[in-house]
């Protein structure tokens, strides 16, 4: 029925109206007399379709404009009434006209036309609503979804399910029963109002029902429904009112949490109004949206719990490996000396025959300690305990060494080892000792696979970096720019296949590959040369073809490179405005500006204070960045215990520290921290 | 005749050693835990002392600091033995203030020449 509401001066028109739109019988008419307030009030609890109102009537533009701004009426037409040919300053306030003298045609058809308007608008305005309501559904699905791929934690991705059903479908009630990562059952429930006991009960029992049923086929984790953790969460704890067991009569939506074959839990909802088709398909998009996430999670939970298992196992092995070393070295020192005092006849002359025996046994136990120190080395890269000694060195007079150290071997076999170094050879921060032990391996293996009257040449040069193809490398850990010495050790002997290249770096890779092995070594040579290689930034290629020959060529950065490091560091951008001290504490001294880079710790322009840099005993972090030190800002060189000091009088940006410094790194920020705390 | 003062408790190592130490012409006095090893050390006064780092009572690097922050016996030499290899960091330089180490297993002429250092 259509209502309609009269504002009229005299009674004469309005009773006519009345009686007129009366006889019309789908017509609900209601006029209104006494103050305005009074009359504004009725205006909105009617709800009219159609307001008529004649020009005259008292305040005639003030109500208009009181009925307009309320949104009960929005929709509502206002029809004014004018004399014939009158005009008034707020006829655009109306939305239509009827002139006097009345004529009940026209008034009958423009009392339709405007229910109709009222109607459209009416069903414009729900429409309106639906859609942005499904709009606000839509969003929150958006932004779950983007949440549910940010996280690998369970328990977390549960919440973010239930908040999202939160919003979009603002249930009562919801329950949820999972397994934890134990296996046990999680009964989670989240109320509006505090449920009672029994409603509590209800749910869980009705959920481990849920549960089961989905699992019907499967032999299902036995639960002691007495004894199932629950979680509350109550959102409005304050108010009195009290869910009590007829909530479970609220209409609801249920569904399992799965993916495939993959069952993770249930979920229901219950909520008093009625849930409407959308709600149900957003509520299926999420329960299906969560379950993909979650299995991601469990299986990132089953490879981290195994990764520790493997990491644990991989320490044991590395700790046993380093202690057995250490006692087979032990017992190795008298044997070696013993049979040192025979052979020089210190201790009795022996016969030639017996003098050839004892430097077979002297030679195989030089043997056994290289073995034992390639063990102890891996052991020591693989738990990260090999310190290497960086110094500014010079690798012209090593390589040199090398060539006269293999001199002996090399003759019986009647291999020539040919050095040529193309230019003057420039420094390299290097730890030249493990330098040495990576070419001094190189060599030992060309020996060891070229056959007799062979030739290895060894052949240094300096190249830049775009004269290195990156792609020939062997798996590079670090940046390549700038200048390198490259140095190639190349053979004519057996060579190896392609698909084997990349094998031959494994640990062992010797003992797996070759039944036939007669070639001595244990197949460590090469893990740890790749290893030291990468600890100095270097890289390494092989080229080889088959029963032709091999070439290993080894880049190593020039200490010039380093430089470039030193520019990096000073346009690196700093993301700690605020941050008083840096904590950086690095092992390898190389690998800690590289650090500082990558993380983009360090903006030089904005730190006006102090550096301190520790550095242990040693003067070589100066090496790398005495740009730093010349800067506007000061940077000390001390010892721990000075340091200490040091900060205590003066606030510092930044700390560089030494782990294995004469007292250890960890403790001194430890004090550090303490101290900048307090 | 050069005094050298072998500590050791690995007797093998110290028989064979100091066997061959005499060879060349040294005076060896032979200490086979820490304990004794400390207090010939400091009744001897020996020209160079062989210390390994392992040992019963006290180890060697408890004894190398001791001597060294002895302003008496501070200047006498000091070669480590060590049959670990990370020991070698906090031997040289650093805590114990040795001045040479060797690593397990050694040769004789490796020993001779660091010796020779210091006493030749």
Redesign the interface.
């Known amino acids: 029925m259509n209502k309609v509401f009269l504002l009229f001066n005299a009674d004469s028109a309005k009773n006519r109206i009345n009686s007129f739109l009366l006889s019309k019988s789908e017509m609900e008419v209601m006029s209104a007399q006494g103050k305005i307030e009074d009359i504004l009030i009725q205006i909105n609890n009617f709800c009219a379709d159609v307001i008529l109102i004649e020009n005259g009537y008292e305040n005639c533009e003030f109500v208009i404009r009181q009925i307009k701004s309320n949104s009960k009426n929005q929709n509502t037409q206002i029809i004014l009434f004018l004399n014939k040919h009158e005009q008034c300053s707020f006829m655009n306030l109306a939305d239509g006209f009827i002139e006097y003298p009345l004529n009940d045609d026209i008034l009958v058809s423009t009392l339709e036309s405007h229910f109709k308007i009222k109607k459209s608008l009416d069903r414009l305005y729900e429409n309106n609503k639906e859609l942005s309501r499904s709009l606000y559904q839509l969003n929150v699905l958006y932004n779950t979804s983007s949440q549910f791929t940010g996280t690998l934690n369970t328990s977390k991705l549960y919440d973010i399910m239930i908040e999202a059903m939160e919003k979009t479908l603002s249930f009562d009630i919801s329950s949820v029963l999972i397994l934890n990562s134990e296996g046990n059952p999680v009964f989670n429930l989240n109320t509006i109002h505090t449920p009672s006991d029994n409603l509590v009960n209800a749910l869980k029992i009705r959920s481990v029902l849920n549960f089961k049923n989905e699992l019907k086929n499967e032999s299902h984790p036995v639960f002691d429904i007495e004894n199932i953790e629950i979680k509350q969460n109550i959102k409005q704890t304050r108010s009195n009112k009290v869910f009590g067991i007829d909530t479970i009569s609220y209409d609801s939506l249920y569904a399992p949490i799965k993916i495939g074959d993959e069952f993770f839990g249930v979920v229901e909802l219950f909520r008093q109004n009625p849930f409407l088709p959308e709600d149900v398909t957003c509520f299926q998009a999420i329960t299906h949206q969560v379950a993909l996430p979650l299995r991601s999670a469990k299986l990132y939970e089953e490879i981290s719990k195994t990764n520790k298992k493997l990491e644990k196992l991989e320490k044991l092995k590395s700790e046993f490996v380093s202690i057995v070393s250490h006692e087979l070295r032990t017992p190795l020192t008298p044997i070696n000396n013993s049979l040192e005092i025979v052979l020089s006849e210190q201790a009795g002359t022996i016969s030639d025959e017996a003098k050839n025996f004892i430097s077979m046994a002297k030679r195989n136990i030089q043997r056994l300690s290289g073995i034992i120190e390639d063990l102890l080395d891996l052991s020591r890269i693989q738990t990260g305990k090999l310190d290497l000694k960086y110094k500014i060195c010079d690798i012209t007079s090593s390589l040199e060494l090398l060539q006269k150290t293999f001199l002996q071997v090399a003759n019986e076999k009647n291999i020539n080892i040919k050095l040529e170094i193309k230019k003057k050879l420039p420094e390299i921060y290097a730890d030249i000792r493990r330098i040495e032990q990576i070419f001094s391996n190189l060599v030992s293996n060309a020996l060891k696979f070229t056959p007799n009257n062979g030739v290895i040449d060894v052949c240094a040069d300096i190249v830049d970096s775009s004269e290195i193809n990156v792609e020939n490398l062997i798996s590079v850990s670090s940046p390549i720019f700038g200048n390198y010495i490259k140095i190639s050790v190349s053979d004519n002997g057996i060579g190896i296949k392609k698909e084997d290249i990349p094998k031959i770096f494994d640990k062992f890779s010797q003992i797996e590959s070759s039944l036939k092995r007669n070639n001595g070594g244990v197949g460590l040579g090469l893990t740890i040369t790749k290893q030291l290689i990468d600890s100095h930034l270097g890289a390494i290629e092989v080229i080889s073809q088959e029963s032709k020959g091999s070439t290993f060529v080894v880049y190593l950065p020039l200490a010039d490179n380093l430089k470039v490091f030193e520019m990096d560091l000073s346009h690196a951008l700093i993301s700690h405005d605020d941050v008083g001290i840096i904590k950086i504490i690095s092992k390898k001294e190389f690998n800690l500006i590289e650090k500082l880079k990558e993380n983009k710790l360090l903006n030089l322009s904005k730190l006006s204070k102090e550096l301190i840099f520790d550095i242990g005993e040693s003067e070589e972090y100066f090496v790398f960045i005495p740009k730093i030190s010349y800067s506007s800002f000061e940077a000390y060189c001390c010892a721990i215990e000075d340091y200490i000091d040091k900060i205590k009088q003066n606030e510092c940006d930044i700390i560089l520290s030494k782990m294995h410094s004469a007292k250890d790194g960890f403790d001194a920020v430890k004090i550090m921290t303490i101290l900048t705390k307090g | 005749m050069k005094k050298i003062l072998i500590v050791d408790d ?1 007797k ?2 110290v ?3 100091s ?2 130490l005499k ?1 060349k012409g040294f005076e060896c006095i032979c200490a086979y835990d820490g304990e004794e090893g400390l207090s010939l050390a400091k009744s001897i006064n020996p020209d160079l002392v062989i210390l390994d780092v392992m040992m019963p009572k006290i180890n060697g690097y408890k004894i190398c600091r001791l001597l060294k922050f002895d302003n008496k016996y501070k200047d006498i030499p000091i070669i480590m033995i060590t ?4 020991d070698e ?1 906090k031997i040289i ?3 114990t203030g040795a001045d040479e180490y060797i ?6 002429s490796e020993v001779l020449e660091k010796i020779n250092k210091y006493l030749a």
């Not at chain 2, 049959?83 to 990370?86: E, I, N, T, V």
């Not at chain 2, 690593?103 to 004789?108: L, Q």
Request: glycine share 4%.
């Open positions: 690995e093998d190592i028989e064979t050693l066997f061959m060879a049959a670990r290899s990370q960091d330089g650093e805590e690593t397990k297993p050694f040769e004789f």
